[in-house]
Structure formats: structure tokens, C-alpha cells
């Protein structure tokens, strides 16, 4: 089934986050040590990336480290950090010519310096691109946000310029990693794998979400499309029932 033919263009969903999964197994299962995983995985990062744009999808969200990633062995880090390098600095021309904007969310002063300044580079150089936003979740986890984001609201009830009455859904957003960007209405985890993470924890309180087995350097152009025509035959209710959406 070519499932791109079946998507309706009007239906699709402005934002899309990804848990990225099953680099390491798949090299495992080739006999290969998981940062061969890790390498081909960039290829579908890319496929997925122009995929998102030709369809029209404006922001694509990329769980690409988490803060507990820094508990693997050492040797993994350092080639994920440098292949993070190598791809941003490879893709930047490929970027400009989609027209598409990079930013990245999370505790990005504590990366290492090479990948910071290659990151902050591919930011500058691709800032005044429209068509789509790729955003990469960097030394980031939800609960890591949460806390940056009480603590910024804090600041502003301790120096008396917000009461605590006035905190409502508004003042967290402004205050999350994610302020501007819309929630995201599908969240798609490859791997088998049937957990969110700690990714996004308070943006996708009404995401829909999709698991697949497919493991992450195997998730391809049509896998995608697959994933938002299943979105696309679901019926979101907001906590509404069915006659209400229908009606």
C-alpha cells in the first residue's frame, strides 16, 4: 500500500516529535558495534527530515540525546557528539536548500564544546528558513524542562512581578524549552519500544501516539507517511465526545 496517495493534505499534523529508537539493536543484529547504528540512523534523519518538508509538516521534533544518554559508555558519547558534529556541518547546505530552519531544545551549554559551536553554527546559518523547523532535543528530557520552567516562574513571584494566582497554562508554555512552537498532535516512537521517555511530557497531553517495530536506521519515507495516515484515521476528542466533534 503507498500510503502517501491516501494522506489528505489538510489533515496533516502541523507538528511531529520522534522518539528516534533501535540504532544500537539494529547493529547488533548485523554484528556490528551500536555506533554503526548509530551512523546509518542519519541517513533516515535525513529521509524522514525531507519527507516532513515535501509534505508540508511545519515543525519535526528529534529526540536525538537525552540527559540519562550521558550514562553510556564513554566511547559511545564521544562518537555520537563527534558524529552529531560531522552530520550538522555535512547537512547545513542540504538545510538551505530545503528550506528548512534548525533549532535544538535542552541543556545545551553542557555539551561539549565542538558540538555546541557546530550546533549554534547550523542555528545561525539556517535562521531565516520557513518552510519547515527541524528541531533536535539535545541533552534534554521533560522532566529536566519542567524544573527550568518552575524555576523561571518562581523567580517571577519572588521579585513580584507575577502572582501565584496568575500561573496557568500560558505562563508554563512561555516558560517551557518549547515556548513558540505548537504541541505536537503525533508522536512517534520506533523499536517496539511502548514508552514516551521523558520526551515532552507536558506537550503531548493530547498527542496521538504510534509505535512501530521498525527500528529506527529502517524507518523510511513510507513508514512515515503510514504513521500519519493511521493519525489521520483517528478521531481526536479533546475529553469531547463523538457527536460533539462531528457536529
Do not use: C
Request: net charge neutral; charged share 25%; proline share 3%.
Amino acid at each position: 500500500m503507498h500510503f502517501k496517495e491516501k494522506l489528505i493534505i489538510e489533515k496533516l499534523p502541523k507538528h511531529i516529535a520522534i522518539i528516534m529508537d533501535g540504532n544500537g539493536r539494529w547493529a547488533k543484529n548485523k554484528l556490528q558495534p551500536r555506533v554503526f547504528g548509530h551512523t546509518n540512523g542519519v541517513s533516515a534523519v535525513r529521509e524522514v527530515t525531507e519527507a516532513s518538508a515535501e509534505l508540508g509538516i511545519k515543525y519535526l521534533t528529534l529526540y536525538a540525546f537525552s540527559t540519562e544518554n550521558w550514562n553510556r559508555p564513554s566511547f559511545e558519547i564521544n562518537a555520537l557528539m563527534n558524529l552529531l558534529v560531522e552530520t550538522i556541518r555535512k547537512e547545513i547546505s542540504t538545510l538551505n536548500k530545503n528550506n528548512i530552519k534548525l533549532t535544538a531544545i535542552g541543556g545545551l551549554e553542557k555539551l561539549p564544546s565542538s558540538t555546541y559551536k557546530a550546533l549554534m553554527e547550523g542555528i545561525e546559518q539556517t535562521k531565516n528558513n520557513t518552510r519547515m523547523t527541524l528541531v533536535l532535543a539535545l541533552n534534554y528530557s521533560a522532566k529536566w524542562e519542567l524544573i527550568k520552567a518552575m524555576q523561571s516562574i518562581g523567580s517571577l513571584v519572588q521579585n513580584g512581578s507575577l502572582l501565584p494566582e496568575q500561573i496557568d497554562d500560558q505562563i508554563i508554555e512561555q516558560n517551557l524549552a518549547t515556548s513558540g512552537i505548537p504541541d505536537p498532535e503525533l508522536l512517534i516512537r520506533t523499536s517496539g519500544e511502548h514508552r514516551i521517555s521523558n520526551f515532552l511530557l507536558w506537550q503531548i497531553a493530547y498527542s496521538e501516539l504510534y509505535f512501530t517495530n521498525t527500528l529506527w536506521p529502517d524507518f523510511h519515507k513510507e513508514n512515515l507517511y503510514e504513521a500519519i495516515y493511521d493519525f489521520q484515521n483517528r478521531e481526536r476528542r479533546f475529553g469531547k465526545i463523538s457527536e460533539q466533534i462531528q457536529s
